[in-house]
């Protein structure tokens, strides 16, 4: 394969989450494709999706859930991958419906307090971005 078509480095996520009866909320990570480490459901914004909708899909085939998307973005960063630099643009996603089996389901997924998933990503932008998502849902 040649160099990957540039807009495979325009990518989009969210940060699926559930609000808790006491009125906290917890967060839905799944391990990366290698299941070396914990990540939010991302991926390339598809042709002829919006970021948005890309990243509902990406929850979709990833984790094995639905929910409304946010419009609001919380923010964004970068890893490396295919040789170049992707920028991953993330919104919140309130979790409706979870899937008992999903296309990606060799992913493990789970429900962490806001303060652990932070603890649990290595990104250090994608923890900042969770700080911010805590801030604006009364976590911090």
Known sequence: MGDPPAFYFKQSGVVPFRRQAGGGVEVLLITSRKGSHWIIPKGIVDKGLTPVESAAKEAWEEAGVRGTVGGRLLGSYQYAKWGGTCT??????EVHTVADSWLESFRERRWFSLATAIEQVH???LKKILGVFGRIVGEE
């Open 88 to 93: 991953v643009a993330v919104y919140a996603m």
């Open 123 to 125: 990104e250090k932008r």
